[in-house]
């Protein structure tokens, strides 16, 4: 009851989420809903900054979805599995229609999680990066608190003892969203034997209640836009506590030169 009280209008409206029309809902979610759009943008300038992006370089957001990031790096290339009209290019991240060397940054914000074949899709990032350029992403945290939340109050599933593979259901639709956390934490080891010129320079746990605040894609927004600033600061003190409770994690990878 207290879901279906809770509900946007446009979810109800979602009879897929692996129709582009799903994706250009969600882009309008975060266009009415100032909080959430606050959490993207702190998102993408965390991502740009990790990822040193100058403006002239070569970047390639992968499953850009209905965000904007390019509208705080207006040279960025964005991507999507999906036909969309607000993205440049389509293709499956299996199969990037990209150079050898070509590629400065592969930014990704929730997408890495929807990739059923994790070394294949790494593979093609490792062969389009340049030497020394980086893979910067964004995703789901397995922390007892990211896990209690995942696993009780996601669509997707969220299986910590999965492998680097997962039968999926569609682009969307379809995920593990412990995977990145499996092939970057947990087989770190596998991860630099077998794909040796990809290095993990760092992993950040943050934003513990943000996102959950904002509703997200489905559920109306919680607290008042202006309450934003005051969520983020208090977030911010409890970063000590951040490998414990944050719900998503920031990782930087980076091609040898």
């Known amino acids: 009851m207290l879901r279906n009280l809770l509900q946007l209008?446009?979810?109800?409206?979602?009879?897929?989420?692996?129709?582009?029309?799903?994706?250009?809902?969600?882009?309008?979610?975060?266009?009415k809903k100032p909080f959430l759009q606050?959490?993207?943008?702190?998102?993408?300038?965390?991502?740009?900054?990790?990822?040193?992006?100058?403006?002239?370089?070569?970047?390639?957001?992968?499953?850009?979805?209905?965000g904007f990031m390019k509208t705080l790096l207006p040279g960025l290339v964005t991507s999507d599995i999906l036909p969309l009209r607000s993205t440049d290019l389509c293709f499956s991240v299996e199969n990037v229609p990209l150079c050898d060397d070509s590629v400065d940054t592969f930014f990704m914000m929730n997408a890495a999680h929807h990739f059923p074949d994790a070394m294949c899709a790494l593979r093609e990032m490792d062969r389009c990066l340049k030497p020394g350029g980086r893979i910067v992403m964004i995703e789901p945290a397995n922390t007892a608190w990211g896990r209690f939340v995942y696993r009780n109050f996601h669509h997707e599933a969220f299986e910590p003892g999965g492998g680097w593979t997962f039968d999926s259901s569609g682009p969307l639709s379809g995920g593990n969203g412990a995977l990145p956390w499996i092939v970057f934490v947990r087989d770190r080891a596998r991860l630099e034997r077998?794909?040796?010129?990809?290095?993990?320079?760092?992993?950040?746990?943050?934003?513990?209640?943000?996102?959950?605040?904002?509703?997200?894609?489905?559920?109306?927004?919680?607290?008042?836009?202006?309450?934003?600033?005051?969520?983020?600061l208090l977030e911010r003190a409890?970063?000590?506590?951040?490998?414990?409770t944050g719900m998503f994690m920031t990782i930087r990878v980076r091609k040898a030169a």
């Open 9 to 31: 209008p446009e979810a109800a409206e979602i009879e897929s989420l692996d129709a582009p029309r799903a994706t250009e809902l969600h882009r309008k979610v975060i266009e």
């Open 38 to 66: 606050s959490v993207y943008r702190d998102f993408y300038r965390e991502m740009i900054e990790a990822a040193g992006a100058p403006a002239e370089g070569v970047h390639v957001e992968l499953g850009s979805g209905g």
């Open 194 to 232: 077998e794909l040796p010129r990809l290095r993990v320079e760092g992993i950040r746990y943050h934003t513990p209640v943000r996102w959950i605040l904002s509703g997200g894609f489905t559920l109306r927004q919680l607290v008042p836009s202006p309450a934003h600033g005051l969520v983020r």
């Open 238 to 244: 409890a970063t000590p506590l951040a490998r414990w």
